[in-house]
């Protein structure tokens, strides 16, 4: 048996060797003999952005569905989707008015500050105690304290109104995946593009097809929050205990009855889990979203960023962090009690305490600020800004630090960067794409090796080669020192709880960062460039390689660990052949999510001068061309699944080698 494991091993050996033996000769000597193997023919080019461009503009200009133009049921969309987001907007921001535009009067204000923080602590405090009615209660008077009230009610109505509609529009598409394991099927690429493709892509046709204003931004964060909740909705209703399924079909439930009293409220836990992660995703589309006219704290980041003031989108980010941290806590709390509290019985009033003391106290807030105006505005004198000291700071380190930072970024870029890039830029890309279906087909089968294979095909043919290996230079380097820089990070948390509480609480600070925050004192430290776009890259993209590396060591079974000790094993060696051995699945899944976070946010570096897909499809927005815009992005996407799925196989394959079952630690 050893030896037909040995034999079987040494022929593995020898494919692999062969198998790189002949991209190495391609790379070398390929240039003379199959030049088309290095660029691809442009005559042969596949013209998918002219297909998209023109489909979009036939979509607007000529289809018809029945006594309906394609225009005019967009524009019912955004009607239906613009009504309550002004009535929301109106009750939180403007007050409602009455006139034309900017003769408009206000004929009733909106809910005042004192009110709405009233408001919020009830819900706190009727989902989870008084612990968590001071918390978000604190959050957000610290968002009036630091002068962030007024752009952080127009984020929070753009939240009101995109939440319910992605949270039912997933649960629907969820169902019906549940039932249909063919709709399911057809669905699952569909939910991996909407995931991996850069948002800026699926704006131009957004623009095309909405308009520029709020309504365009909710749609596209419906777009970027539904998938999450329609995946978790079908492993969910999934996940229902057998037992209930044949209990309800034994007391004659019908399908609908079956679905809406047994699976949905069994299935609640879960759900819920789904519901916060279309809030957190909102929040983070919300500054993209101002780019097309959502306004709200997103806009005053971006217009930070564009005057390079790291102070106001610190604050403003702060702001969005503190909204972030209120909206998490309160859906985590309902998930918990909805699970274990009954209904009450009685009254309306004794049924709906909470409500009825809402009410009051909006009313008696509203009436109070015609007499006391603070109460309905919070006072200008009163307000904290930390934005000047945040600024002075990041010119004092630019001040004082210049030439050693400059010697930093100039090692960097003349010994790793520039050597690197020119390195993939000189890759054929029929050795690449053989060699990634060749790996694909070792670790995962012949789906995954044909899946990365004709992936890596059609980023070529579609024109998008070289701008896809500057991408793939700036991820790959970014995604290497996150780690370097994660890994060793995860480790020690893992071994300190005391220290993991900190580092928990500092990357939960920093994934819910906007990511154009991190963009402003890299440039003002770097200017723009690679090696700007590569440190706001690794800052953004570290957190996940913490979190799984510390999810892998606390998940080693304990008993393996007593057992090293009791064969005299050092701490050092436990660790190491151990702990990092039987984590080595879940660091490769943060791998994996480096990777991702890594891509998410170059196409946000687009900004600072990176030449790669970002930065074509960010041209693509400012031209309003949407073939060009959903061409790069499906590059990005094609680039996120061949190395999620390789990256999967890789770690399917770690469990299986260490006789760990699937989705044990």
């Not at 009051?360 to 600020?369: E, Q, R």
Request: proline share 5%; glycine share 10%.
């Amino acid at each position: 048996m050893t030896g037909l494991i040995s034999r079987l091993t040494g022929r593995s050996s020898l494919i692999w060797l062969g198998t790189i033996v002949m991209f190495w000769t391609l790379w070398k000597f390929g240039h003379n003999v199959l030049p088309w193997a290095f660029d691809f023919p442009k005559a042969q080019t596949i013209p998918v952005a002219k297909w998209i461009s023109s489909a979009t503009k036939w979509l607007l200009n000529e289809a018809t569905f029945g006594v309906f133009t394609f225009a005019e049921f967009t524009r019912f969309i955004a009607a239906v989707i613009d009504f309550p987001y002004r009535i929301v907007l109106s009750l939180l921001s403007t007050g409602f008015m009455s006139g034309p535009g900017s003769s408009a009067t206000q004929y009733l204000p909106p809910v005042s500050w004192v009110a709405v923080i009233a408001v919020f602590a009830l819900i706190g405090h009727h989902a989870g105690g008084r612990k968590l009615s001071v918390l978000v209660a604190v959050c957000m008077t610290l968002i009036a304290v630091f002068g962030q009230w007024s752009s952080a009610m127009v984020t929070l109505a753009s939240i009101l109104v995109a939440v319910p509609l992605g949270v039912v529009g997933g649960l629907g598409l969820g169902i019906l995946a549940y039932r249909s394991p063919v709709f399911e099927r057809l669905i699952r690429p569909v939910l991996d593009l909407m995931q991996t493709i850069p948002v800026f892509a699926y704006l131009v046709p957004i623009l095309f097809l909405f308009g520029f204003g709020p309504t365009a931004a909710v749609v596209a964060t419906l777009i970027y929050a539904m998938p999450p909740m329609t995946r978790i909705t079908v492993l969910a209703l999934r996940r229902v205990p057998a037992e209930l399924n044949d209990l309800g079909r034994m007391v004659g439930c019908t399908r609908r009855q079956m679905m809406w009293r047994v699976l949905i409220p069994a299935a609640k836990d879960s759900l819920m889990v789904g519901v916060n992660q279309v809030i957190m995703l909102s929040l983070n589309m919300v500054i993209i979203a101002s780019m097309i006219g959502a306004g709200g704290l997103g806009f005053d980041v971006l217009a930070a960023l564009r005057r390079l003031d790291f102070g106001a989108g610190l604050e403003a980010g702060l702001a969005i962090v503190l909204l972030a941290v209120a909206l998490d806590r309160l859906s985590q709390a309902f998930a918990v009690r909805q699970a274990g509290d009954a209904a009450p019985h009685g009254p309306l009033l004794a049924r709906h305490p909470y409500l009825l003391g809402a009410a009051v106290t909006v009313a008696i807030a509203g009436l109070g600020g015609l007499v006391v105006p603070w109460l309905q505005t919070f006072p200008a004198s009163l307000e904290l800004s930390s934005g000047a000291f945040w600024g002075d700071v990041v010119r004092w380190i630019n001040i004082n630090f210049f030439d050693t930072l400059e010697a930093f970024k100039n090692a960097l870029l003349l010994n790793l960067l520039i050597p690197f890039k020119r390195l993939l830029l000189d890759l054929p890309w029929l050795g690449v794409a053989g060699l990634l279906g060749f790996t694909g087909w070792r670790l995962g089968g012949v789906r995954t090796g044909a899946l990365a294979a004709g992936l890596c095909f059609l980023i070529a043919a579609t024109g998008q080669w070289e701008k896809a290996m500057i991408t793939v230079y700036l991820c790959g380097i970014s995604a290497a020192i996150a780690m370097l820089i994660g890994v060793p990070i995860g480790i020690m948390a893992a071994e300190r709880d005391t220290l993991w509480r900190w580092v928990r609480v500092t990357i939960d600070t920093l994934q819910t960062l906007p990511s154009f925050v991190y963009l402003m004192p890299a440039v003002m430290l770097f200017r723009v460039g690679d090696f700007t776009a590569l440190i706001a890259v690794v800052a953004y993209a570290v957190a996940p390689a913490i979190r799984y590396t510390v999810l892998g060591i606390h998940g080693v079974d304990p008993r393996l660990i007593e057992a090293g000790y009791a064969m005299g094993c050092t701490p050092r060696q436990i660790l190491t052949r151990i702990k990092l051995r039987l984590a080595l699945p879940e660091i490769l899944l943060g791998l994996n999510q480096t990777i991702m976070f890594a891509l998410s946010m170059l196409v946000i570096t687009a900004l600072v001068g990176t030449r790669d897909l970002g930065q074509e499809v960010y041209i693509a927005l400012t031209k309003a061309d949407p073939g060009r815009g959903l061409v790069a992005g499906l590059a990005v996407a094609f680039i996120a699944i061949i190395s999620d799925r390789l990256i999967s196989a890789g770690a399917k394959r770690a469990r299986a080698q260490l006789g760990l079952a699937e989705g044990q630690a």
